[in-house]
């Protein structure tokens, strides 16, 4: 049987960085900068303010901005890329 993964820890490290621990031991660290800022969407844009986008929660084993304002696929972020 598989374990499905989820995020128990994401601390934010600088410039976009998030470090995230996940329930099977595993950790990495996720730039999100260059996918913030190569993206045209005013959605999207709006977390190029470092102080918006460092208020991320975890929900369910998952992250998330301004309640799914912003979230991404668990899979990208256990294989280290957005």
Do not use: C, R
């Not at 470092?50 to 998952?62: A, I, R, W």
């Not at 992250?63 to 991404?72: H, Q």
């Amino acid at each position: 049987m598989n374990k499905i993964i989820n995020i128990e820890k994401a601390d934010y490290v600088n410039q976009y960085k998030i470090h995230f621990k996940f329930n099977d031991g595993k950790e990495n660290t996720v730039d999100f900068k260059p996918f913030l800022f190569s993206s045209s969407h005013p959605d999207i844009k709006k977390y190029q303010d470092e102080n918006l986008f460092k208020n991320f929660t975890l929900d369910y084993g998952e992250i998330e901005w301004n309640d799914y304002d912003l979230a991404f696929p668990i899979f990208d972020i256990y294989q280290g890329h957005v």
